[in-house]
């Protein structure tokens, strides 16, 4: 389970990255998830540059995540991506919800 | 200053169900104290490298369990950096001698990873990753199915080539009765394979494994009695990298292998092109082709098809790389894998490595890594 607390923490920076835009530098199809994911298996997860830092960041950016809304069987190198709000891995029953970002892609 | 490695072992390699991480342990440690003709008490530091004993066994302090199998009370350090914690533990315990507040160590590496299923195993690994990729789902198949990208889109490496690496690496472990999978695949079966994270499919991955694997070092002559031919450790550097991948500066090459070995090659005086025999950390096909580019065996982009003709293999021509099978073929304990690598290169320079064995090898070198390349751990040793 993931803190509470930590969860509380990471919010705070999250909203700095909402509605930012990048293009794909390598993707990779998950077919075998971790502990949590595999409600969500198969699914891409992407290392994205970004056009613009995110609030607060300089220089150029660089993002891991996971891709939502692909319905391609492959992700190709360059395609546009914007940066969403998504409930990340499964948790316990009690467990508070863990959100994060994700990309999703946008026309090309 | 002269570190020599006086005894080196290995456990056997693969599901060891009857065998506990305590007995691996055990078993590693006194098989290398005999090949070293010293008993326990000559020991004076102990260094172990593990990874996941406490996530996995709830078992933290390890370095009093060495000592309290072997009947010591010596000073023992747990040494942890995720894959390279083997490399890493060889690193400090060459560190403890250089600096002369000891003079005889010994290093062991143990990993007990098929108590638990492979889900729990790959959610466990994520450890040595960062927060952003935990939270994006990833795996070390799909983190270094990114670098396999990227370095397919930049240099034409292909699937066929990236086959080829754990094709050789099995026959290899034909070779090696210690192995996890002592058998032949062919580069079809790969490429057929169930797939894991696109473009790597299961025979480009390494396994899950149990294992250990250890050596007695020493800087004092009068220490080695023993009648085994004597196999230096000329270098042992290190260097670091950010821990996620997305932060690194290419995702063709491992930044922290090449300023590591850069470090070594110095310090031993050696050129890429006077290594005859190298154990290189392929836990996926992709990290074997990266390894040869990375530490100046070939050039950037050409050891895909140099590994396609049968370059490297046994009976080739040249550089021989992964005689024990690597990590593919032979098996990946994570904590042991960096020390059954000094290991089987020890075996290789003393001319004791039987049907693998490389002719005239005097010069070898071993690459460990930690992570997606966080850690890189390069040693060169001679004869």
Redesign the interface.
Known sequence: MTSPIKIWREQKKIKNFLGLKGKV??????????????N?AP?F?A??DMENPAKGGQGKQ?????MVDVFETEIK?GQKVEVVYRK??ETDKEDVI?Y?I?FRPTSP | MAITVLGASTTNFGELWNQSLRDLIREASLLALKDANLSPKDVEAVFVGNMLSGILGSQEQLGPVVTEELGINVSATRVEAACASGGLAIYEAVNSLLSQRFTTVLVVGAEKMTDKP???I??SL?AAG?D????????F??LY???A??HM?KYGTSEEEMAAVAVKNHYHASLNGQAQFRFSITIEQVLKST??????KLLDCSPITDGAAAVVLTSENSKQKTVNRHVYINACETATDTL????RES?TELKATKLAAEKAYKKAGVTPKDIDVAELHDCFTIAEIMAVEDLGFFKKGEAGKKFLQGETKLGSKGLITNTSGGLKACGHPVGATGIKQIAEITKQLRGKAEKKQVENAKVGLCQNVGGSGATAVVTILTN
């Open positions: 530098v390598s993707a990779t199809l998950v077919r075998v998830p971790p502990l949590g994911f595999s969500q699914y997860v290392i994205v660089r993002l891991i995540g996971q190198t990340l891995a863990h994060g994700k | 492979a889900e729990k790959t959610s994520m960062s952003a990729e935990r939270q994006a789902g990833a795996t198949p799909s199915a990114l670098l990208k990227a889109e797939k894991i994270c696109d473009p790597l996620g991948l997305a932060q995702l």
